[in-house]
């Protein structure tokens, strides 16, 4: 119950830097199962995109900026979280645009 409930306080529709880093500081003192590491991936994730995309909506950052157009990749490495933002491809112009 803690654990989703300090998602959905950092991690919903609306969100800004201070709520995202409550929402890590708090999933910080949980217990770090895979669960744990996962919901901190999404909320490093949402933390360093400093941008408005789609219905995720930074109050700090209301604009969409291009530059954060990437995918986000995670990986737990040797009991670390890792985070790296991958390019996506150029879209073939049948897709809809977010």
């Given at each position: 119950e803690e654990f989703e409930k300090i998602l959905y306080e950092g991690l919903g529709i609306a969100r800004d830097e201070k709520s995202l880093e409550n929402a890590l500081e708090k999933l910080d003192k949980l217990n770090k199962n895979a669960r744990t590491q996962l919901g901190r991936a999404m909320l490093v994730s949402a933390l360093d995109r400093c941008e408005s995309r789609g219905a995720h909506y930074r109050s700090d950052y209301p604009e969409k900026d291009e530059?954060?157009?990437?995918?986000?990749?995670?990986?737990?490495?040797?009991?670390?979280?890792?985070?790296?933002?991958?390019?996506?491809?150029?879209?073939?112009?049948?897709?809809?645009?977010?």
């Amino acid at each position: 119950e803690e654990f989703e409930k300090i998602l959905y306080e950092g991690l919903g529709i609306a969100r800004d830097e201070k709520s995202l880093e409550n929402a890590l500081e708090k999933l910080d003192k949980l217990n770090k199962n895979a669960r744990t590491q996962l919901g901190r991936a999404m909320l490093v994730s949402a933390l360093d995109r400093c941008e408005s995309r789609g219905a995720h909506y930074r109050s700090d950052y209301p604009e969409k900026d291009e530059n954060f157009r990437k995918t986000s990749i995670s990986r737990l490495k040797n009991g670390s979280l890792e985070t790296e933002y991958r390019d996506i491809p150029e879209r073939s112009g049948n897709e809809s645009q977010i």
